[in-house]
């Protein structure tokens, strides 16, 4: 099948692939009295009364906002805000296939990143949480920081997702090869939202709970190589790595922070890698090349390299890193519990629950496929028992 031109007729024939529908009919006049005027005002004052009646009297408490402007969608990069809208509303549906979550695509013509913040801001009262989406780096750290007091939760899902199932594989994977994952030494290339967001993770900034040990080492990359602090080029995110990457601080190619590591994540492009640089790391490999539709380097390539576990982005191989395994079950238990914020540890506890629904892992299933349908519950059953502990982002 050609996916691209039968995705265009079937958007053209949907006019968008998701609506609004009532939740009971309105057929005389008392149906109308109730959900409109008068009996309306009734729960309008309760809620005025009191403001948390708001997740029991509307839709507040089951809906969540996907905020995007559009700067990095998919691998299109900068398309805009309405080209950005045919991603946001398969994100909206993915929310009610998976959660049961009703979620509404949200759009912004803006790339000023204090317009967006004022903007969530704004909206906020009619939403249980934000997803934020594909907001190009480094603003989107901004963004999400600057939205961590609204009240809800908010997430950025292209750093927090993506970082969430590579942990979770990871754990499981780590497993296969008989590693424990504190003596892994990790090699990550690509410094955006993602490259961060899984280095944090897995050195468990900010946490101070049993349910992860850090990874033995992190060296991150970017285009021009290691991430190191003699380097003059650096932005504020760059150099704010370095406090829990590269603390030897060496410097060199990516190909010279391979040699001997156990781990390499890319969140980058495609072909960087071939079977001679998989050689050069540690026994039993462990390879997560996230770069769609190529990865850094093809399955066969790396396991000719004596890659033993290897994860790609790509649902035509084994082993598929897919953020839907992540951000419902994330939401529903943020929401269920009421959580103000997604906090570290809320995400951790999401990972593991993530790698235990793969009850028996091996070198072709170390991550639970995306249409397990019993993952998202696992998953917001963990996530609002860790929200109560009381950590902080």
């Excluded at 704004?122 to 997803?131: E, Q, W, Y």
Aim: one cysteine or more.
């Amino acid at each position: 099948m050609d996916y691209f031109k039968e995705s265009v007729k079937l958007h053209e024939k949907l006019k968008g692939k998701i609506t609004v529908t009532n939740k009971i009919e309105v057929e005389n006049k008392d149906d109308l009295s109730l959900v409109y005027s008068p009996g309306v005002a009734e729960p309008c004052m309760e809620i005025h009364r009191n403001p948390e009646r708001a997740y029991d009297l509307t839709m507040k408490g089951n809906t969540v906002a996907v905020v995007s402007d559009g700067t990095a969608v998919l691998g299109l990069g900068n398309i805009g805000a309405k080209a950005a809208i045919p991603v946001m509303e398969g994100k909206a549906m993915l929310f009610k296939k998976f959660a049961g979550i009703d979620a509404v695509p949200i759009c912004l013509d803006t790339e000023d990143p204090e317009e967006i913040i004022r903007t969530v801001k704004l909206l906020a009262p009619v939403f249980g949480g934000i997803n934020l989406e594909d907001i190009s780096a480094p603003r989107s750290f901004q963004i999400e920081d600057a939205l961590q007091d609204i009240g809800i939760p908010v997430m950025h899902d292209d750093q927090h997702g993506t970082a969430i199932v590579v942990l979770a594989g990871l754990i499981n994977a780590a497993k296969v090869v008989g590693k424990n994952i504190e003596d892994l030494n990790v090699v990550i290339n690509g410094a955006g939202a993602a490259g961060i967001a899984i280095a944090r993770l897995l050195t468990c900034m900010s946490l101070d709970a049993d349910l992860c040990t850090p990874v033995k080492s992190i060296i991150m990359c970017d285009s021009r190589g290691i991430i190191d602090r003699e380097r003059t080029d650096l932005n504020d995110t760059k150099k704010m790595a370095l406090k829990y990457t590269n603390r030897r601080n060496i410097s060199g190619t990516l190909q010279d922070a391979l040699v001997g590591a156990d781990v390499f994540i890319g969140v980058s492009v495609a072909d960087l890698l071939d079977r001679n640089d998989i050689k050069t790391m540690a026994k039993d490999a462990i390879i997560f090349g996230l770069a769609n539709p190529t990865p850094e380097i093809m399955p066969e390539e790396a396991r000719a390299g004596g890659a033993a576990v290897v994860a790609t982005g790509r649902s035509d191989f084994n082993n598929q890193i897919n953020n839907v395994l992540a951000f419902p079950g994330i939401f529903k238990g943020a929401l269920q519990s009421k959580a103000p914020q997604i906090t570290p540890i809320m995400k951790l506890a999401a990972a593991f629950a993530i790698a235990e629904c793969v009850e028996n892992p091996s070198v072709e299933k170390v991550i639970p496929s995306p249409f397990n349908m019993a993952v998202a519950d696992k998953v917001a059953e963990a996530v609002a028992k860790a929200s109560q502990l009381g950590h902080t982002n």
